[in-house]
Nanobody, 133 residues
């Protein structure tokens, strides 16, 4: 069974930065970050996946709420996904989860689809991010 273990997070002032990381024990075709604020649904915010064209490059997708502020990346081994969060805002306060798609569902990355919870079958334990104004 593939497992995902998260690290990072914590507290920051508005305008600051934090980094989250997540390491998986097996193979994932796509990996993503979700977040869930109090009384809200868990929402997908960033996804990364292999292009599937034989190259080693990846495609990424972002929710509008974090586009141009957050950066998702994957290490060369394809085992650790990171989320660099810049220009943090109080509304970024939430519990953040990494997710891995370990069952092949196709190479092309379509953010409207691949930021959905139903695309992922492996989840990290969650880590709290709190941003103060």
């Amino acid at each position: 069974q593939v497992k995902a273990v998260q690290s990072g997070g914590g507290s920051a002032q508005a305008g600051g930065s934090l980094t989250l990381s997540c390491t998986i024990s097996g193979v994932a075709y796509k990996m993503a970050w979700f977040r869930q604020a109090a009384d809200n649904e868990r929402e997908g915010i960033a996804v990364i996946g292999r292009r599937g064209d034989g190259s080693s490059s990846y495609s990424t997708g972002y929710a509008d709420s974090v586009k141009d502020r957050f950066i998702i990346s994957l290490d060369t081994a394809g085992k650790t996904v990171s989320l660099q969060m810049n220009d943090l805002k109080p509304e970024d306060t939430a519990k953040y989860y990494c997710a891995a798609q370990t069952v092949f569902r196709g190479w092309f990355l379509i953010p409207s689809r691949d930021l959905g919870r139903d695309q992922y079958n492996t989840w990290g334990q969650g880590t709290q991010v709190t941003v103060s104004s």
